[in-house]
C-alpha cells in the first residue's frame, strides 16, 4: 500500500545556530482528516524533535497554535492539510511578533496591552456577595458577549497592517476586550477605560482594514468593536461639549 | 543563579490556580504572590471545559440534595465532611464570579441561570453557554491582573519542589526562554496543576495536562489518593478525543446504538441519559461489546442525537458543541447524530490534602484537579470540578496566606543550593548527556496504549498487572531517552521529557492502587471483582514512593450524615 505524504516547509528560527531564520521541508503521511497541528507533532515526534512551537487544547480554544499558514494567520489545530494538498503546507510564525525560536513568537508587548485597557469589572463600590448576583437580563448579556469571545491566539495582530507598521497599536483584541468591558451593564469603568482607548494608539490609529474581523476564529469581530468604540467616543465628546452636564440641572 | 521570592508560590494559573492567587491577593496587601505557570494562564486546561458549574442555587435546590447526589455519585468514597464544605461555597464562589463578570447565563429576570446535568437530581449547573470553563478562566484571569500583589512567572515549568529542614521552602523552575533553573522561594507553595489525563492515548485532556504537580508532590514525599479512580467521559469524538459536552444530553440529548434504540432503558431506565457518568462508559462499552455499535476508523461508537432540540435551542446553549462537530468531523448536530465513545477525561485521584489545601508536607498545598480532598471519590459529577477549582482555589489560597503572614523568613541559602543541585541534574540528565537510544514519543505513546489496555472502563487483575509491568519497563527505558533538541532557547522537547517523567509516575501510581483495589466502585470497574466490597474498601487508597515502584497504604473515609448504601438510581 503506498502511503500518500504531503510536504511541509517549516520556518526555523535557532539563535544558537544561526543568526538568520531558514526553512526545513519535511515529508509526512497524509490524510484527509489531518490538521496542520496533527503534521507538527509528526515532524516533533518521529522526524525532528528539536521544532520548537506552542499548542495544547487541539480544539481551537486555549489560543495556544496560531501560526502563519500559507501566508494567512490561522490556528493550526482547527486548519486541515485537505485545503492544501497536494501542495505543500507553509508553516511560518505569527507575522508582527519578534520570534523567540522557530514558531514560538514573543507574546510580551500583547500581555502588557492586554492589561493596559483594565480588563476587568470597575465599579464605585462593590457589593457584597452575601447580598446576591448583579441581575442582567440576557439582553444585556447580548450586548457583550460577543466581545468576550476572544480566545488571545492574536491571528487578528498578525492581520492587521495598522499593527505591523505601529507596534504601539493597541489592537484589535484589546480593545474589542475593552468594549467587552465598557458594554457590560454592571462596569462602571468607561472613563477609565477612554483614557486607554480614546488616544492616538488606541481607537483612532485603526483605519478600518477590517482584516481583523475576517481572520477571527471565534467570531469577535473585533473592528466592529473598534468602530463603534469610535461612535461611543465621539458621542460623548460632542454631548460633553453641548452638554456639559449631561442634561442634569 | 537568580532567586526570586515570594511569600506564596502557586504552580499551576489555571482555574484552582488563579482563584488561590485572587484569595492570597484579598487576604492580605502585605503578601508577594507568583503564579509560575508552564504556559500563559489562558491556556490552561479549564478553558476546555464545557458544561457548567455546579451549585445549589435554584428554587427547588438545597444543600443536602447537593451534597447527597454528589456522595452518590462518589459510590460513597468522597469524604463527607469535604462534601459539606464544598457545597457550603459553591453558591458564594459563582456569586463572586459573577461580580467579577463572568458571562453567565440568566433567566429572563436576570438571576443566574441553571441548567440540567447529569446524577443531580434538580436544575443545579450554572453555565455560560458551553464556554463556562473558558469563560470562567477569561475571568479569573483578567480579574487577576488588578492585583499589583500578584506576579507572573509564565512559561515557566516547575522541575522540583525544593524542601528544607522538612518544609517545603520554594520550587524550582526552567524558564523556558534560555532553559535556565531559577530559585523561587516562598513560605507556601500551592500545587494547581490539573490532572494527567495524557497518560492516556484516548482523552480530552490538551497536550499540558501531564499531571507535572501530582509526580512533584509524590517525588517529595507526599502520597497520591484514590489514583485508581479515572473518569471516563461517555461522549468523545472517535479519533481526536474533543468532548462533547454532557450539557448536550442535560439540554436533552439522545444516546442510540446502531438499532437506533434509547440503550440506556437496559442499564439505567431511571436516569437515562441524564445518569453518571462512569455508569453510561460502562454501557456505551458493553453496547460495543454486544455489537450493537457503529464502526469507525478510529474505534466503534455509539450516537449522540441533539438534532430534535433544534437549532434555535442548540445555538444557544450548545454552540461550541456545534462549531466542534462541524470543525472536527463535518457534521452539523442540528441535522445529523454525532459519532461519539468513552474518553479519558478527569482523575478523581490526587494529592492528598485536607479541607484546607494542606498537604502532610509542611509548606506544600494542592487544589483543584491536582488536589484529592476527596470529594469525588470514585466518581465525580459533571459539573462539580469547575466549582472544585473555585472553592477548593480560595480555601487553600486563604489557607496558605494566613500561614504565611504567621511564618517567618526563612534562610534562602540552603534553598538555593537545592535549587543549583537541580541545575546541575537538567543539564547533565538531558542537555548534554551523551545520545540515547530512546525517543521520547515512542515511551510516550507506549505508555498511552499500556495504560488503556490495563487500566481503560473495564479491568481485570490480569490487565492491570501486564500494565504494572509494562509501566516498570518504560521508566527502565526512560533511563536511556535521548534529546534532539539541546538549544537553550524555548527547548520543547527537554519540557516533553520532563513531562514524560510526570506522567510515568502518575501512571504507576494509578496501575498499581488499581491493582490492589479488589472491588468494584465508581470508574473502578473489576471483572474479576464485580461488587463493592465496603468491609475491605471502604477506604481511601494511598500511593507513596518507594525506589521499587509505589506502596500502597489506605485511609478511612469521613462518614458525617449519610451512610454508605447501595447505589442505586
Known sequence: MSEETIAMKVARYRPEHAAEPYVDEYRVPYREDMVVLDALNQIKDEIDGSLAYRWSCRMGVCGSCGMMVNGKPRLTCSTFLREFYPKPVVVEPLRHFPVIRDLVVDMTDFMEKLKEVKPWIIRKGEKPVEEGEYLQTPEEVDAYKQFSMCINCMLCYSACPVYGRDPEFLGPAVIALGRRYNLDSRDQGQAERREVLGVDWGIWDCTFVGECTVVCPKDVDPSAAIQREKVATTTEAMLSVMLPFKGRT | MQTFAHDIVIVGGGGAGLRAAIAAAETSDALSIAVVSKVYPMRSHTVSAE??????????????????????????????????????????????????????????????????????????????????????????????????????????????????????????????????????????????????????????????????????????????????????????????????????????????????????????????????????????????????????????????????????????????????????????????????????????????????????????????????????????????????????????????????????????????????????????????????????????????????????????????KQAVEEVRELRERYRDVSLDDRDRAFNTELVAALELENMLDVAETVVRSGLERLESRGSHTRRDHPDRDDERFLKHSLAFTTPEGPRIEYGDVSITRWPPAERKY
Not at chain 2, 518544609?167 to 526552567?174: K, L, P, S
Not at chain 2, 517529595?220 to 461522549?235: I, N, R, S
Not at chain 2, 440503550?263 to 454486544?290: C, H, N, T, V, W
Open chain 2, 51 to 464: 458544561g457548567g458549574a455546579a451549585a445549589a442555587m435554584g428554587p427547588d435546590d438545597s444543600f443536602d440534595l447537593h451534597a447527597f447526589d454528589t456522595i452518590r455519585g462518589s459510590d460513597f468514597l468522597a469524604d463527607q465532611e469535604a462534601v459539606e464544605a464544598f457545597v457550603a461555597d459553591c453558591p458564594s464562589e459563582i456569586i463572586q464570579l459573577e461580580h467579577w463578570g463572568c458571562p453567565w447565563n440568566r433567566e429572563p429576570d436576570g438571576r443566574i441561570a441553571v441548567r440540567t446535568f447529569g446524577g443531580m437530581s434538580v436544575n443545579r449547573t450554572v453555565f455560560a453557554a458551553d464556554k463556562t470553563g473558558f469563560h470562567m478562566l477569561h475571568t479569573l484571569f483578567q480579574t487577576s491582573l488588578k492585583y499589583e500583589s500578584i506576579v507572573r512567572y509564565d512559561e515557566f515549568f516547575v522541575t522540583k519542589l525544593l524542601v528544607e529542614d522538612g518544609r517545603c521552602a520554594g520550587v524550582a523552575a526552567i524558564d523556558l526562554r534560555d532553559s535556565e533553573v531559577r530559585c523561587i522561594t516562598a513560605k507556601a507553595v500551592i500545587l494547581c496543576t490539573g490532572g494527567a489525563g495524557r497518560i492516556f492515548s484516548f482523552t480530552t485532556n490538551g497536550a499540558i495536562k501531564t499531571g507535572d504537580g501530582m509526580a512533584l508532590a509524590y517525588r517529595a514525599g507526599v502520597p497520591l489518593k484514590d489514583m485508581e479512580f479515572v473518569q471516563y467521559h461517555p461522549t468523545g469524538l472517535p479519533g481526536t478525543g474533543i468532548l462533547m459536552t454532557e450539557a448536550s444530553r442535560g439540554e436533552g440529548g439522545y444516546l442510540t446504538n446502531r438499532e437506533g434504540k434509547r440503550f440506556l432503558e437496559e442499564y439505567i431506565p431511571s436516569k437515562m441519559e441524564l445518569g453518571p457518568r462512569d455508569i453510561l462508559s460502562r454501557a456505551i462499552m458493553q453496547e460495543i461489546e454486544k455489537g450493537r455499535a457503529f464502526d469507525g476508523p478510529y474505534g466503534q461508537y455509539v450516537h449522540l442525537d441533539v438534532s430534535h432540540l433544534g437549532e434555535k435551542l442548540i445555538d444557544e446553549k450548545l454552540p461550541f458543541v456545534r462549531e466542534l462537530a462541524r470543525n472536527f468531523v463535518g457534521i452539523d448536530p442540528v441535522h445529523e447524530p454525532i459519532p461519539v465513545r468513552p474518553v479519558v477525561h478527569y482523575m478523581m485521584g490526587g494529592i492528598d490534602t485536607d479541607l484546607a489545601g494542606r498537604t502532610r508536607l509542611p509548606g506544600l498545598y494542592a487544589a483543584g484537579e491536582a488536589a484529592c480532598v476527596s470529594m469525588n471519590g470514585a466518581n465525580r459529577l459533571g459539573s462539580n470540578s469547575l466549582s472544585e477549582c473555585l472553592v477548593f482555589g480560595a480555601r487553600s489560597g486563604r489557607q496558605a496566606a494566613e500561614d504565611a503572614l504567621g511564618a517567618s523568613q526563612t534562610d534562602e541559602r540552603p534553598v538555593e543550593k537545592l535549587a543549583q543541585a537541580e541545575q546541575a541534574r537538567l543539564v547533565a540528565t538531558y542537555l548534554e548527556k551523551e545520545r540515547g537510544r530512546e525517543r521520547i514519543s515512542a515511551i510516550r505513546r507506549e505508555l498511552q496504549a499500556a495504560m488503556e489496555r490495563g487500566a481503560g472502563v473495564f479491568r481485570t487483575e490480569e490487565s492491570l
